[in-house]
């Protein structure tokens, strides 16, 4: 089954303790991202990546980082995790490294820093 | 400032009810606009649009581009309670070598019985 898979789905923590929240995909697919989900500001992209060994900051890269060695997975990492980063962050893929293809959403972790 | 806006934000109908939802956008070096259905899960694709004026449809939902105007349309007709849920738009844009996709803030439709 086609799946972007997300661990893990939830998941609380203390301010400053590095945490990584694990993406892979199955569908051989170019094009990763990472969004956060807040309240009142919607569905905001964190980071993506075109290809193994290629990111890019989103729109709101600040406090995370990212890498992609394979093609298949996708780590968002928190070196230093802040209250402010507390959210529902989803992770997606997209056939089309140019993101013209319609992304495949994870079921989402749900990251709650104290 | 905001690249993509949804309206309205929320939306209450009765079920059978007809419902258009709006998006528009203004990004530059367009490629596409999608559209999302969330539930209380992740966000699941129901359209992509990249050519003004051609309707796409599945079932009772529709949607429809106006690159001239930059906006889109999502039309849901005789709506079901199952139709309850954030729906979210997209615009696909490129520049300097990147490619971003830029989310609205969602309407959210409920449709009561």
């Known amino acids: 089954e086609a799946q972007v898979t997300q661990n893990p789905r939830y998941l609380i923590t203390v301010t400053g303790k590095k945490l990584t929240v694990t993406c892979s995909q199955n569908m051989n697919h170019e094009y990763m991202s990472w969004y956060r989900q807040d309240p009142g500001l919607g569905l905001r992209q964190i980071y993506y990546?075109?290809?193994?060994?290629?990111?890019d900051k989103g729109d709101v890269p600040e406090g995370y980082k990212v890498s992609r060695k394979e093609k298949r997975n996708f780590p968002l990492i928190l070196e230093s995790p802040s209250p402010n980063q507390t959210s529902l962050y989803f992770c997606a893929s997209s056939a089309d490294r140019r993101s013209n293809q319609p992304q495949h959403f994870g079921d989402g972790t749900r990251l709650s820093i104290l | 400032e905001d690249k993509v806006v949804q309206s309205p934000l929320s939306l209450v109908v009765h079920e059978g009810d007809t419902v258009t939802l709006n998006c528009s956008y203004e990004?530059?070096?367009?490629?596409?606009l999608l559209w999302y259905k969330q539930e209380k899960k992740a966000p699941t694709f129901l359209f992509m649009l990249?050519?003004?004026?051609i309707e796409k449809k599945s079932g009772r939902l529709s949607s429809i581009l106006d690159k001239k105007e930059l906006f889109s349309i999502l039309n849901i007709t005789a709506t079901q309670t199952g139709d309850s849920a954030v729906y979210l738009c997209a615009a696909s844009y490129s520049g300097a070598g990147s490619y971003q996709l830029t989310f609205g803030k969602g309407t959210k439709l409920s449709v009561i019985p």
């Open positions: 990249t050519s003004s004026g």
């Open positions: 990004v530059t070096n367009f490629r596409s």
């Open positions: 990546s075109m290809n193994v060994e290629v990111t």
